[in-house]
């Protein structure tokens, strides 16, 4: 199956500062999400992105299929960005009957006032 | 996007009893699935809850322990059976919308076992 893996697992940040996460898998996929995990456990989406980049506010996210990863950029990172994000690939296995979203680790994200 | 609900929020159970999870989403789904995420942990697939037939569960997971119905496009049941300490974890249903693959969750089932 499908093989994720994310970088940083942790990473400490000084408000107002930017950074990147990492993701790389391991087979061709049918679609790649980013999704934060708030303090509460809820999942949030934060981007559904196959290829290309996208855009929403101070995050920003980029897929390059071709090379198996993507790349999810913070800027000005605010208290409130902290939590776990989560890269997730997806992809049929099983000879095509089955469909399945696999989950990396996650990067635990603090941002420090 | 879909939205998702589910309940119960949270529970404490004693061992060996089971509980079963409501999930209801509020428009039709193409796939709808079961993760378990335990302590400090990742999301793991249990298994996807199919329209009207069997689920097909993951590596690790039967149907004795997980029992799952999906009686219609919009709702789905998870059981946790005769629970251990060990099923201690948050349970989340997932559903892809039908204009895309992009995938949602439910705000979670918290399970204690003790």
Request: glycine fraction near 8%; aromatic fraction near 12%; charged fraction near 10%.
């Amino acid at each position: 199956g499908i093989q994720v893996e994310q970088s940083p697992p942790d990473l400490i940040l000084q408000e107002g500062a930017n950074s990147t996460l990492r993701c790389n898998f391991s087979d061709s996929v049918n679609n790649l999400q980013w999704f934060h995990q708030n303090p509460w456990g809820q999942l949030i989406n934060l981007f559904y992105i196959p290829s290309g980049t996208k855009q929403n506010g101070r995050l920003s996210a980029t897929t390059v299929a071709t090379e198996r990863y993507s790349l999810l950029y913070i800027s000005s990172s605010q208290t409130t960005d902290s939590g776990v994000y989560f890269c997730a690939a997806a992809g049929y296995y099983s000879g095509g009957s089955n469909y399945k979203l696999t989950f990396g680790k996650g990067t635990l994200l603090t941002v420090n006032p | 996007s879909a939205v998702i609900s589910q309940k119960p929020s949270r529970d404490i159970c004693q061992r060996g009893t089971s509980l079963t999870i409501q999930c209801q989403v509020d428009s039709q789904v193409t796939m709808m699935f079961w993760y378990r995420q335990q302590p400090g942990q990742s999301l793991t697939l249990i298994a996807t809850a199919n329209q009207g037939s069997e689920a097909t569960y993951e590596s690790g997971f039967v149907i004795d322990k997980f029992p799952i119905s999906r009686p219609n496009l919009t709702f789905s049941t998870l059981t946790v059976s005769n629970m251990s300490p060990e099923d201690s974890s948050i349970y989340l249903c997932s559903g892809t919308s039908e204009a895309s693959y992009e995938q949602y969750f439910g705000p979670g089932t918290r399970l204690t076992v003790t």
